[in-house]
């Protein structure tokens, strides 16, 4: 059993930044592939970004291209989002995952359907 636990989130105006951390228990982090996901009030909950299992490969969604940031320190458990030059549609509550499957192969996983593991969320707001 993984547990998840992000931080981070947070208000901030138009055009600023964030950084999210997502926490992992369990001595297996270095083995899975972790995402980060985003659900807006009305919305289903989507892709935002994902890394492979030793960060060599990640992969974001259009919408976030070139303002997020996915990382991850295996020495820490920890996976973060760099969130950059912010804007109100990326309001939302962010979910970090892991997909347990696929080691060693270095996958790369966009779908909810393919995490066996959910974090709590945490709330991100950003005003205009």
């Known amino acids: 059993q993984v547990q998840l636990v992000e931080s981070g989130g947070g208000l901030v105006q138009a055009g600023g930044s964030l950084k999210l951390s997502c926490s992992a228990s369990?001595?297996?982090?270095?083995?899975?592939?972790m995402g980060w996901f985003r659900q807006a009030p009305g919305k289903e909950r989507e892709f935002v970004a994902t890394?492979?299992?030793?960060?060599?490969?990640?992969s974001y969604a259009d919408s976030v291209k070139g303002r997020f940031t996915i990382s991850r320190d295996n020495a820490k458990n920890t996976v973060y989002l760099q969130l950059n030059s912010l804007k109100p549609e990326d309001t939302a509550v962010y979910y970090c995952?892991?997909?347990?499957?696929?080691?060693?192969?270095?996958?790369?996983?966009?779908?909810?359907?393919?995490?066996?593991?959910w974090g709590q969320g945490t709330q991100v707001t950003v005003s205009s």
């Open positions: 995952a892991a997909n347990s499957k696929g080691y060693p192969l270095p996958v790369l996983s966009t779908t909810i359907r393919s995490y066996d593991y």
């Open positions: 369990g001595r297996t982090f270095s083995r899975y592939c």
């Open positions: 890394i492979s299992f030793s960060g060599g490969s990640t």
